[in-house]
């Protein structure tokens, strides 16, 4: 397996920026340790991951090749030696040389000793199992823990008188479940005869919407008849209304035609008052000279008469 570390890029060379990629090895994805040069396509893997794929597998895993065999790249550490890696214990985080790292992950505190779950301490692996100075704390907490043992049992009576009551309880609750069901199976059958009903009702009302239609469509038929009717009575009635015109314009050209012959009437029975009362002037005038004519006439006749 490689190196699970960060590389310390601080100094921005561009090199080391650009072979990054080629530092890592395919099989753990991480910085080569002790790496070996395949034989078979020049690829690099760690020599852990070559000793274990090399058990399992007799291809090789970057070109497929059988029987592939490898060996140690001192170029490829030349290469890594020109890179710093950073300690991947954060307590630590130091940057350390590459040809320096692996000394380095043997004697890193953080990464070398762990603390006693008692006491917290900090001790090497190596001596983690030999430490025994913690003992009195692990007293003090047995004896806490007989404490909460006695406290979960008082707790374990008082859950078994719950359990008891529970127990009751459930047994009720299986009465009631039992006379549930029971209204449950009465409900179900009521809701069966319901949906007959309803089944019913609803055929009933597919038959009277059916009715509804039919009906529906001989009344269009009556509606449309009657449209007709009365289109062709608003058609009558405008020719009424037009011949009504026309007899209002004539109308009022015969009223224009009467009023002026009356006007004519009136002026000839002015005009036959007038001549009436020359004609009867006319005729007195006349009687008068005929009077006068006779009495002449008397007076000629008797005066014929003396001779």
């Not at 990054?20 to 078979?40: A, G, N, R, T, V």
């Not at 983690?128 to 806490?144: T, V």
């Amino acid at each position: 397996m490689g190196f699970d570390a960060e590389i310390d890029n601080s100094e921005r060379n561009s090199v080391v920026e650009n072979l990054k990629d080629e530092i890592q090895c395919s099989i753990c994805c991480s910085i080569f340790e002790e790496p070996m040069k395949l034989d078979c396509c020049d690829g690099h893997i760690c020599k852990k991951c070559f000793e274990s794929v090399k058990k399992k597998f007799q291809n090789c895993p970057l070109c497929r090749k059988a029987n592939f065999t490898a060996k140690f790249s001192r170029l490829m550490v030349t290469v890594l030696s020109q890179y710093k890696l950073f300690c991947p214990a954060e307590e630590c985080n130091e940057s350390v040389l590459y040809v320096n790292f692996a000394q380095h992950k043997k004697t890193c505190p953080a990464l070398n000793k762990k603390p006693c779950p008692s006491c917290k301490k900090l001790y090497w692996h190596k001596d983690f199992a030999d430490h025994f100075l913690c003992f009195e704390d692990i007293i003090k907490k047995a004896q806490a823990d007989q404490k909460k043992l006695k406290d979960l049992e008082t707790k374990n009576k008082s859950l078994k008188q719950s359990k008891e009551s529970l127990s009751q309880n459930n047994k009720n609750l299986i009465a009631l479940k039992t006379e549930h069901e029971n209204k449950i199976a009465e409900l179900e059958q009521f809701i069966a005869e319901d949906s007959k009903k309803i089944k019913n009702q609803k055929n009933n009302l597919s038959f009277l919407n059916k009715k509804i239609s039919e009906n529906a469509q001989k009344e269009q038929k009556k509606q449309k008849v009657w449209e007709n009717k009365l289109n062709s009575a608003i058609s009558e009635s405008q020719k009424f209304l037009q011949q009504a015109e026309y007899n209002e314009s004539r109308y009022s050209m015969l009223h224009a035609i009467v009023h002026e012959m009356t006007d004519k009437a009136e002026r000839m029975k002015s005009d036959k008052a007038f001549l009436e009362s020359e004609l009867n002037a006319a005729n007195n005038e006349i009687i008068n000279l005929t009077e006068k004519l006779m009495a002449n006439q008397n007076k000629s006749s008797g005066f014929f008469g003396l001779f």
